[in-house]
């Protein structure tokens, strides 16, 4: 793990010297437990109670989970302490002063900030404008760019010293874009602006979905620093493996209650899970193949990528998946992976080479074509890429089959109800009504949406880019369990995926890219998470004879 040099990351006041504590009894030094606490804190989105009399009480300096399924209510509890929502009832202090509800003012001037889940940027500034939009630099009434560019490369120092300021966000990769995002949530109160109050609150949600493994790794050593400092740090997030390497303390939520909070050292995976969800899982069920299953080996690819190249992104990439097969595409974030699902879906203009669906040739960077032929995408993107947030989730759902759908030239709203209410049941969204826009629903529920979408009866062959992100652990093997089931009926799967047991649990096998190349295949004992790692980065890389990649 690479260390964190200090200098530049706020501080927190010590709770104790804080001025503002003006509470009853502001003078005395706060204990550390009651540092932020929320008491009896409700939220009611129209039908839906987000949050239901929350209660939790959290200390400077620790790093705090917030877990629970999908639609639980740890963004809207983060977003009522950083002053986003309004609590319709309740209570929220910060060492020992009442913050105003519902004011971004005055729990940004308590200290507190917060990371979104949701990329929330302008892709076509540069990295420093967006960095500084909300506190340009000027000289004489114009923007001072040499300014500008020396305080963004401070606050991206820690984080990403290798991010050029004056690069467009636009052309960063998620992962990158997502640490832009938190250096100006962490930024803003030391960047020299007008602002007042340093970070005391940092509250991070799901900062690391979007993040390869040792960007991740990278986030959640600046997190321990910034708690070490005596911040307090509240994190969300769905991924086990974070929690016990960085959390201190976890709290559940579920269906907007409280349930429990209990110290890390004294929890087990297994327990957690249960507060949960209710039930226990099992987490080293594989999805793959059963030994039993008809071998695909014996019919004709359904879908068949030969020589597929893009400038600066693939060189001649070949492969061949059969009906009933699961795919997997490893490689580290950059290798070429979703440049790859993006070429064979049809959204690389400057793609040569051949895609065919069973036996017939795509015409090059047509995603309506690929569509008319039984190929479906849920891109690792749902904001930029996926979903419509003008259009009702229902809507959403249908928008690809609308045309096999309607009735003489006619959209069928029958058809199409009785499609959205099937797929709505299926993959369990939680949302009020199928008129709701996307926006509000949970993020994982946003994720379930663009899946529901593609997994119908029209798609033959799935292309899945990180299809998991951002979803709860009990929902995340149901997921795998229908896609399991979708190519048993018959669909070819290409996944991408940097959650490496999710990798190995689904794909029948397993491809590896490097800088645009495939560098390899596993199969059977062969894929572990070492091979991948190593055909990963292996440089200089022969692209394969694609005989030796076909199934
Ligand atoms: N702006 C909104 N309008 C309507 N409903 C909303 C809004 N924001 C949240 N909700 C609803 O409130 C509930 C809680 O949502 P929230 O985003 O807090 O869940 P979450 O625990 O963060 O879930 P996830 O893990 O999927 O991100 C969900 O049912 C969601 O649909
Ligand atoms: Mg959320």
Redesign the pocket.
């Known amino acids: 793990m690479p260390t964190v040099p200090g200098h530049a990351l706020p501080h927190a006041d010590p709770p104790a010297a804080a001025p503002r504590s003006s509470g009853v009894n502001g003078h005395a030094p706060r204990p550390a437990e009651d540092f932020l606490t929320v008491r009896d804190v409700s939220k009611r ?2 039908i ?1 109670q ?1 949050l239901d009399r929350v209660s939790v009480s959290f200390r400077a300096g620790e790093v705090h989970a917030l877990m ?10 983060g977003k009522a302490i950083a002053g986003l929502h309004r609590p319709d009832e309740g209570v929220i202090t910060l060492g020992g002063r009442q913050l105003a509800p519902g004011d971004i003012d005055d729990a940004f001037a308590a200290g507190v900030r917060i990371v979104h ?1 949701e990329l929330a940027q302008c892709p076509n500034l540069t990295v420093a404008e967006n960095l500084c939009l909300h506190d340009m630099p000027t000289r004489r009434g114009v923007v001072d760019y040499a300014t500008m560019n020396r305080r963004a490369a401070r606050l991206l120092a820690d984080l990403a010293p290798e991010i050029d300021p004056r690069a467009p966000l636009g052309d960063l990769p998620p992962g990158r874009r997502q640490i832009v995002q938190i250096a100006s949530s962490l930024g803003e109160g030391e960047a020299g602006g007008s602002h007042a109050g340093a970070p005391r609150v940092i509250i991070f949600d ?1 900062p690391t979905s979007s993040l390869s493994v040792a960007e991740a790794d990278r986030l959640m050593s600046i997190v321990r620093t910034l708690a070490g400092r005596g911040m307090l740090c509240v994190y ?1 997030s ?1 991924r086990m493996g974070e929690i016990f390497h960085c959390c201190d303390r976890v709290t559940v ?1 579920r269906d ?1 209650r409280f349930v429990g909070t209990s110290r890390i050292a004294e929890i087990t995976q297994s327990d957690l899970v249960a507060q949960m969800i209710g039930r226990r899982i099992d987490d080293s069920a594989s999805y793959r193949r059963a030994p039993h299953a008809p071998d695909p080996a014996g019919s004709a690819p359904l879908l068949a990528v030969e020589g597929l190249s893009s400038p600066g992104k693939l060189h001649g990439v070949s492969l061949e998946v059969r009906p009933g097969e699961v795919v997997g595409v490893g490689g580290l974030v950059g290798s070429g992976r979703s440049e790859l699902l993006d070429a064979v879906f049809g959204l690389d203009q400057a793609a040569t080479g051949a895609v065919r669906v069973a036996g017939r040739d795509l015409p090059v960077g047509s995603p309506r074509a690929s569509i008319a032929a039984g190929v479906g995408y849920v891109p690792e993107d749902r904001r930029l890429q996926g979903l419509f947030f003008q259009l009702g989730i229902a809507e959403n759902i249908a928008v690809p089959q609308m045309p096999d759908l309607a009735r003489g030239g006619l959209r069928s709203f029958r058809a199409e109800r009785g499609l959205i209410q099937r797929q709505l049941a299926r993959f369990r969204v ?3 009504s199928p008129e ?1 826009l996307p ?7 946003q994720q379930k949406l663009l899946i529901a979408r593609w997994m119908t009866d029209a798609t033959r062959v799935l292309l899945l880019d990180e299809p998991t992100r ?1 979803i ?1 652990v009990g929902t995340k093997t149901e997921i795998y369990r229908i896609v399991r089931d979708a190519a048993d009926a018959g669909l070819a799967v290409l996944l991408v995926s940097s959650e490496m047991p999710e990798l190995l649990a689904l794909s029948d096998r397993v491809l590896v890219m490097c800088d645009g190349h495939l560098t390899g295949q596993l199969r059977g004992r062969e894929m572990t998470q070492e091979s991948v790692l190593r055909l990963a980065t292996l440089k200089h890389a022969r692209t394969p004879d694609p005989a030796t990649v076909a199934g």
Do not use: M, P, W, Y
Not at 439 to 445: D, K, M, V
């Open positions: 989105f129209g839906t987000a629970g399924e999908n639609g639980a209510g740890k963004s809207t509890l889940q799901e969300v769905h939520l907007g939680k949302a009020a709701s926006g509000e629903l949970s993020g994982g529920n951002g709860d």
